[in-house]
């Protein structure tokens, strides 16, 4: 299976769904040390269910930190370190910098709930998206 590394964002997303088991269904889920601590930030659980991996934290790049918070410079930063080609990050702008800057393929909440649906993981898709901003949480049309 092939990994992904998860930025926080789409997490919380996929926990508002209850479809937060999407993810192993299509990835080795990986988790930097940053994402699980603003995860249990946002969410006051103390871990992620046992099908995703908790991984070392990569060196701190002083050009992410000083760009993106925590979270999103450390899955760019282990993703690059470990040769890893893509990540799951909804925030724009660490969608430009991991692409534009690192080579990296990129992918959201959006383009998860797409591939679940093609797989048959889920039905129709519109609803989760409806569901999303009712909770607050942004995405594009």
Same mark, same amino acid.
């Given at each position: 299976?092939?990994p992904?590394v998860?930025?926080t964002?789409?997490?919380v997303?996929?926990l508002y769904?209850?479809?937060? &088991?999407l993810?192993p269904?299509?990835?080795?889920?990986?988790?930097?040390?940053?994402v699980?601590?603003e =995860?249990?930030a946002?969410d006051?659980?103390?871990d992620?269910?046992?099908?995703? %991996? *908790?991984? !070392? %934290? #990569? #060196?701190? $790049?002083?050009?992410? !930190?000083?760009?993106? $918070?925590?979270?999103?410079?450390?899955?760019?930063q282990?993703?690059?370190?470990?040769?890893?080609?893509? *990540?799951l990050i &909804?925030?724009?702008? /660490?969608?430009r910098?991991?692409?534009?800057v690192f /080579?990296?393929? !990129?992918?959201? !909440?959006?383009?998860?709930?797409?591939?679940?649906?093609r797989?048959?993981?889920t /039905?129709?898709?519109?609803?989760?998206?409806?569901r999303?901003? %009712?909770?607050g949480? =942004?995405i594009? $049309?």
């Amino acid at each position: 299976m092939q990994p992904l590394v998860c930025d926080t964002g789409p997490l919380v997303a996929l926990l508002y769904l209850d479809l937060l &088991d999407l993810l192993p269904a299509l990835y080795r889920p990986l988790v930097t040390p940053a994402v699980l601590a603003e =995860w249990k930030a946002a969410d006051g659980r103390a871990d992620l269910p046992p099908s995703f %991996e *908790i991984t !070392t %934290e #990569p #060196p701190t $790049d002083p050009l992410l !930190t000083h760009q993106l $918070d925590s979270g999103e410079a450390s899955v760019i930063q282990f993703a690059v370190i470990n040769d890893i080609a893509r *990540i799951l990050i &909804d925030e724009r702008k /660490g969608r430009r910098i991991a692409r534009r800057v690192f /080579g990296l393929e !990129t992918i959201g !909440t959006a383009g998860l709930l797409v591939q679940a649906k093609r797989r048959g993981l889920t /039905g129709d898709i519109a609803p989760l998206f409806a569901r999303l901003k %009712e909770e607050g949480y =942004w995405i594009g $049309d």
